[in-house]
């Protein structure tokens, strides 16, 4: 799929949603539009003196219910269609948490593993000399994303500091504690996720012992989902990074799987049975046979577009859990509800990372930060609350959970966009 069809799907999206609620034409052609795009030149000198110059983008989507959040993604194929879907996501993501944040999205083409760690830190403060301007802690306030990180986020609000001659740790999430980081950051997408799974364990009567899943990406989100459910008796048996996938019937040792890919940064297979763990020759798949795997729950927690008209047919899962942004396209969208396949859309399911970013820019302007347990708490309650909600409409709706949370984002949207006057206001004749 094209990058021009991710958007278009998007928009698509808000069609369907659209037709549950009242909503006016206006509303939605505003959403049919970015606020801003803006597209930089990177430089960056590269550690054997030669110049290289990087694509950069940021586009603010919408603004109305606040200053606009969202990610930034280094990845070669970045460009400025998937930024601006990213962006709209962003967007109704706030909305459906009902935090005070319009959406953005930006990103860098480049290969990060290609750079040394000093080339790295370059290129990321060179990108914040060039956007400098557009963000902010009141405009506009970046976090990390896919092949971005702490150390990333902490480099650019430093840059970001010096630029503005003021400690602006604000200006961007997902920082080092020791920069201004919140408890809780780290591991909140996929805390998030593993609080929307409980909600549908409940409603499902699932015993999590006999509920097998697999995790297509293993980077910062699929990680911190599969510890959780592996923590409370999930099989987790299979999973995959942009190298191919591993499987293994009786599930994975979810702790040890995580300490090797981050000490080797490769996948390698162990299993433990009580405090007995050993390496297992675990099945080699591919990314794509992953996808079709016999399990209960399907998380894709690497890049969209990966379900498509070609492949959702042989999905096999009966709920998949949309940790990655856009995994789905909208094709596949309709062969799965034919299916039956419940899908928690990526707006609400990976909602706990945004969430804790702003508790984390409410600490960074308070001044005042908080326990662990509080961001926890905090984030549980939020979660669990849109999820019912989006849920609450689905069967009201009798649609998919997708069109019931994009109209749950579209009503908050609707309802900050109208304020500012509507067609009918200006021409109802009154004075006032
Ligand atoms: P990451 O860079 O930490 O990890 C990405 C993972 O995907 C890595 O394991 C990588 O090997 C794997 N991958 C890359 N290309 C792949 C491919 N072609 N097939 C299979 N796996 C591949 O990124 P992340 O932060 O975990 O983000 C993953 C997804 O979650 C993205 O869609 C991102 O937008 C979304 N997301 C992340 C956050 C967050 O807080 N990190 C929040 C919301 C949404």
């Known amino acids: 799929m094209t990058n021009k069809n991710l958007f278009q799907d998007a928009l698509q999206r808000l069609d369907l949603a659209a037709q549950h609620i009242s909503v ?17 030149s990177v430089p960056l000198r590269m ?6 110059i990087f694509k950069g983008y940021r586009v603010c989507y919408n603004d109305f219910r606040g200053p606009t959040k969202g990610g930034l993604r280094y990845h070669p194929q970045v460009c400025l269609d998937e930024v601006t879907t990213l962006a709209l996501w962003m967007t109704f993501k706030c909305a459906v948490m009902d935090i005070p944040f319009g959406g953005a999205k930006g990103g860098i083409e480049v290969n990060p593993k290609e750079l040394s760690r000093m080339e790295l ?31 990333i986020m902490g480099w650019m609000a430093d840059e970001y500091s010096n630029i503005t001659r003021q400690h602006s740790p604000a200006v961007i999430t997902g920082k080092p504690l020791e920069l201004g980081g919140s408890q809780g950051r780290d591991d909140a997408t996929g805390r998030g996720a593993y609080h929307c799974l409980k909600e549908l364990e409940a409603k499902r009567g699932w015993t999590p012992e006999t509920i ?11 990680q911190s989902i599969a510890k959780f459910l592996h923590q409370d008796g999930y099989k987790i048996v299979a999973v995959s990074d ?12 979810v702790p040890s799987l995580i300490q090797n890919k981050n000490e080797t940064r490769r996948l390698q297979a162990v299993y433990c049975d009580g405090s007995v763990c050993e390496m297992v020759d675990a099945k080699q798949l591919s990314n794509e046979e992953l996808l079709t795997l016999d399990v209960d729950v399907l998380i894709p927690a690497a890049l969209e577009g990966v379900i498509h008209q070609n492949n959702a047919k042989n999905i096999q899962a009966k709920v998949i859990l949309e940790v990655a942004n856009g995994p789905i396209t909208i094709q596949a969208d309709e062969i799965l509800d034919k299916k039956d396949v419940l899908v928690v859309p990526d707006i609400l399911a990976n909602a706990g990372g945004v969430t804790v970013s702003y508790f984390e820019w409410v600490q960074n302007r308070t001044g005042f930060y908080w326990q662990e347990t509080e961001v ?6 939020k979660m669990v609350h849109a999820f019912n909600e989006a849920f609450k409409r689905m069967e009201e709706y009798k649609s998919s959970m997708r069109v019931a949370t994009y109209a749950l984002a579209l009503d908050r949207l609707a309802t ?6 509507t067609k009918e206001f200006f021409n109802s004749g009154s004075k006032h």
């Open 24 to 40: 006016s034409a206006e509303t939605i052609e505003r959403l049919k539009h970015p606020l801003r795009s803006l597209e930089v």
């Open 121 to 151: 830190e370059k290129l990321s403060r060179s990108f914040i000399e060039q956007v400098a301007d557009f963000i902010g802690p009141d405009k506009d306030i970046p976090a990390p994303d896919v092949y971005t990180n702490a150390t």
């Open 416 to 421: 900050a966009i109208e304020a500012r006057g």
């Open 212 to 222: 097998k899943v697999a995790i297509q990406g293993f980077g910062n989100a699929g």
């Open 242 to 253: 942009s190298k191919g996938a591993i499987y293994h019937a009786d599930g994975f040792d």
């Open 47 to 52: 550690d054997d003196g030669s110049l290289k």
């Open 376 to 381: 926890y708490e905090k984030l549980r309650s």
